[in-house]
C-alpha cells in the first residue's frame, strides 16, 4: 500500500536521483548515445499483460470466496435475529469453519493483489483501482481517501471506509473493532480463551463490503484483460513503484510483528515483508521485459540494474526468513533497514529513468 499523494512524488524521486548517476546530465555522454524507442529493439510485453490477467483472475476468484462466505456467515446471523450469542450456541462449528475460510480467503487474495500491484499502482490509468483495494484511506483523509462507501442493509452508510484490502483484514481478524458484530462473544470456539484472529464481523458489514470487493475485482479483471501495456507503461510502473521502500518498511515497524500489542490494525494476518517482497517480484518479471531495450543501447546498465534489483531482492527475503525463523526486529532495526532498501530502491529508479531518457521513452504522471 502506498497513498495516492506519495505515488505523485515518486517520478519526482526518480528524476532527482537522475541527476546523480553517473554520466547524467553530461552533454557529451548524451550526445554519444542514439538510443530510443525507434532504434531500440522494441519489447515484447505479453509476458507482463499475462502476469497481470493472471494475478486479476486470481484475485476475482478470491474475492468471489470471500463474499460466499460473508452469504453464508450473514444468513446465519439472520436466522439468529443477529443475536450473535445464540448464533454460536446454535451453529458453533459451522460459523468457525466460515471463519476460518474467510481468513484463507483473505490469505490467498493478498498475494494475487500484491504480486500485481507493482503494475496497476504504477500505471497511472490503472491506479484507481489501487486506491480502493489496497492503498486509499478512510474518509478522515480526504485526499487519500477511497472512492466509495457503503451503504448497509440496515441503512447504516460507512463514509469512505477504507480499502477494500484493509476492511478485508481486520474484520475477519478481528484487529478493528468498528467492524465487528456488537456485544458478541470473543471466543469463538468455545476453548475458553480468545486467540490472535478469533472475533466475529458484523455480518451485514462484511456481506456488504464482500459483495463491493468482489464487484471491484472483477471490474479490475475486465479492464486487465483489456490493458495493452507500452513501454511508456513499464518503465513507469517501475520508476514509480521502486523507490517504495521506505513507507513498506513504516507500515512492517507499525505491524504487530514489530511494534506487538502497540500494534496497527493492518498488516496483521502477514508480515508486510511478504508484501514487499511480492510486489518487487512483479517489478522484477516488468523489468526482464524492458531490458532487451535498455541493453541494445547500454549493457552495461542494463546488467547492472537487473543486479540490484536481485540484490534489493535476496535481502527483503532474507528478512523475511530471519523473521519466520524467529527473529524478532526492533524498531530500530527497521528503520534502519528501511533506510537501506530505500536507498537501494532509488538508485534503481534512478537508473531506470536514466534509460527512459535515453530511449526516448515517456514516463507518465499520475
Not at 457503503?150 to 469512505?160: A, C, H, T, W
Not at 470473543?186 to 478469533?198: P, T
Not at 543486479?307 to 528478512?319: G, P
Not at 526492533?330 to 528503520?335: G, N, R
Request: proline share 4%.
Amino acid at each position: 500500500m502506498i497513498t495516492r499523494v506519495a505515488r505523485l512524488t515518486l517520478i519526482a524521486v526518480s528524476l532527482t536521483a537522475l541527476a546523480v548517476l553517473p554520466g547524467c546530465g553530461d552533454d557529451d555522454d548524451s550526445s554519444s548515445s542514439t538510443g530510443t524507442t525507434e532504434n531500440a529493439a522494441a519489447p515484447n510485453l505479453d509476458a507482463v499483460k499475462s502476469y497481470l490477467t493472471d494475478h486479476s483472475a486470481a484475485l476475482a476468484e478470491n474475492t468471489e470466496t470471500l463474499q460466499q462466505v460473508a452469504e453464508d456467515y450473514d444468513a446465519l446471523a439472520k436466522e439468529s435475529d443477529y443475536d450473535y450469542a445464540r448464533m454460536l450456541e446454535e451453529n458453533r462449528d459451522e460459523v468457525v469453519q466460515l471463519m476460518a475460510d474467510g481468513q484463507d480467503a483473505y490469505r490467498a487474495a493478498n498475494p494475487s493483489y500484491e504480486e500485481m500491484e507493482g503494475i496497476v499502482a504504477g500505471v497511472p490509468r490503472l491506479a484507481h483501482y489501487d486506491v480502493d483495494i489496497d492503498a486509499g484511506s478512510d474518509a478522515s483523509d480526504p485526499e487519500n481517501a477511497v472512492s466509495f462507501s457503503l451503504e448497509l442493509p440496515n441503512g447504516k452508510v460507512m463514509k469512505q471506509p477504507g480499502n477494500f484490502m484493509y476492511l478485508t483484514e481486520t474484520s475477519l481478524f478481528a484487529t478493528d473493532p468498528r467492524f465487528l458484530a456488537k456485544r458478541a462473544p470473543k471466543d469463538v470456539d468455545g476453548d475458553g480463551k480468545v486467540a490472535f484472529g478469533e472475533g466475529l464481523p458484523d455480518a451485514q458489514f462484511l456481506v456488504t463490503a464482500m459483495t463491493a470487493f468482489n464487484e471491484m475485482a472483477h471490474e479490475l479483471d475486465a479492464d486487465a484483460k483489456e490493458f495493452e501495456p507500452t513501454p511508456s507503461d513499464a518503465f513507469t510502473a517501475i520508476t514509480v513503484m521502486t523507490p517504495t521502500m521506505s513507507e513498506y518498511f513504516g507500515a512492517w515497524k507499525a505491524s504487530r510483528f514489530v511494534a506487538g500489542g502497540d500494534a496497527t490494525p493492518e498488516f496483521a494476518a502477514a508480515s508486510r515483508l511478504q508484501d514487499i517482497g511480492d510486489i518487487l517480484e512483479g517489478i522484477r518479471l516488468t523489468y526482464g521485459e524492458v531490458s532487451p531495450m535498455i541493453a541494445d543501447e547500454s549493457p552495461d546498465q542494463a546488467d547492472q540494474t537487473a543486479r540490484e534489483l536481485d540484490r534489493l531482492i535476496a535481502f527483503v527475503t532474507d528478512l523475511r526468513e530471519q523473521e519466520d525463523g524467529g527473529k524478532r526486529f526492533t524498531a530500530e532495526e527497521t528503520d534502519l533497514l528501511g533506510s537501506d532498501a530505500q536507498t537501494r530502491a532509488e538508485e534503481i529508479a534512478g537508473q531506470v529513468t536514466q534509460a527512459a531518457e535515453r530511449l526516448n521513452v515517456e514516463l507518465q504522471e499520475g
